[in-house]
């Protein structure tokens, strides 16, 4: 078995600023991963069939035993798009830099397990069942906690844009 | 959930989660109704920029990982051996231990074992290795050790140990030959 840890540090950056959302955590948070990845690895006999998925499960357990070991969740800082971002969006009222900044405001608003949730399903694609696998949790949970956060996520983000119309 | 309102099943048929028959029924729906229509372009929308906000996001500086499965030896096979081999590990040691300690590997150990049989030594050899029979007193009286001693003497001990052993057989015949001359 042979997994590219380069391929996935990327994604596995982004996701771990999602679930920590401060910079300085992510990175300690990817290298714990990888540590914990290379040393659960075995004998070289396992097949892992998704090392994406995998890593993003020992990810989130990293996480949730260095939340277990503080006693607390960490604030989150605003994160911030890099310099050339730029999208097409449909949201007229905004710029789409201060849309997506916005979005992204929001998206850090959320509770832990909808911010999972939402990432693992729309940023990188995963399925309902793949998602429940990763986070422990039942595909009925998935699938009402994904909704909520979608619907939480459209309100606030009309609600910011309605404000900014509004000025 | 209930199928009694198809306009319910927007959300499952946008993550794909309902069957052939139950999605070809709500695009059956799906060109009549426009609320379904607005609802399915909206969630396509949020995750549409969920996704590019998060593609665009300035990341963590991620050390350049060079490792792979293939090239790195497992660290299991290398810190924890097999639970034989530790077992069969104590065995040599505790074998080495006891031949040790029984002199059957230690020549001098042996020469000091064989002392008292005369029988199996030149007679006309000067004995090198101190015995019981140094602690004889001049006027040609045994000096019996104490019980002390003589238990140490039938107990294997290293031989730092029966250094000291002897060190104290020699000591204790003057202490006594000091104190007779004093009365």
């Known amino acids: 078995m042979k997994v590219d840890f380069e391929k996935h540090s990327q994604a596995l950056a982004r996701f771990a600023l999602s679930l920590t959302g401060r910079h300085e955590f992510a990175e300690d948070l990817v290298q714990e991963t990888l540590l914990r990845a290379i040393r659960h690895r075995g004998n070289g006999e396992t097949v892992i069939q998704n090392p994406k998925s995998w890593l993003f499960t020992i990810a989130v357990n990293c996480w949730r035993d260095q939340c277990r070991r503080q006693k607390r969740m960490p604030a989150t800082e605003p994160l911030h798009l890099v310099d050339e971002a730029v999208a097409a969006t449909g949201n007229t009222n905004q710029t789409p830099r201060e849309h997506l900044e916005t979005v992204l405001t929001t998206f850090q608003e959320l509770p832990q397990r909808q911010r999972e949730v939402l990432y693992l399903r729309t940023v990188e694609g995963f399925s309902i069942s793949e998602v429940a696998e990763m986070l422990g949790i039942t595909e009925g949970n998935t699938k009402t906690t994904l909704s909520i956060a979608r619907k939480k996520l459209r309100e606030r983000c009309a609600r910011v844009g309605a404000g900014e119309a509004g000025r | ?183």
């Open chain 2, 1 to 183: 959930m209930t199928n009694s309102d198809p306009c319910q099943l927007v959300e499952l048929y946008y993550d794909d989660l309902l069957t052939s028959e139950q999605a070809s029924g709500f695009e059956e729906h799906l060109s009549d109704c426009q609320w379904c229509k607005q609802q399915l372009s909206e969630l396509q929308g949020i995750d549409r920029d969920i996704a590019l906000a998060w593609n665009q996001v300035s990341l963590p500086e991620v050390s350049k990982v060079d490792v792979s499965l293939e090239t790195v030896p497992s660290s299991v096979t290398i810190r924890r051996p097999a639970i034989w081999q530790i077992l069969a590990l104590s065995l040599c040691l505790l074998l080495a231990a006891f031949w040790v300690g029984n002199g059957i590997v230690n020549p001098e150990r042996r020469v000091a074992r064989g002392s008292s049989d005369t029988s199996a030594r030149d007679p006309e050899e000067p004995s090198t290795t101190p015995s019981i029979a140094d602690s004889v007193t001049e006027d040609g009286q045994t000096d019996t050790p104490p019980a002390f001693v003589r238990a140490r003497e039938s107990t294997a001990v290293a031989p730092v140990a029966r250094t000291s052993r002897f060190t104290v057989y020699k000591l204790i015949p003057q202490i006594r030959t000091s104190v007779s001359e004093k009365e």
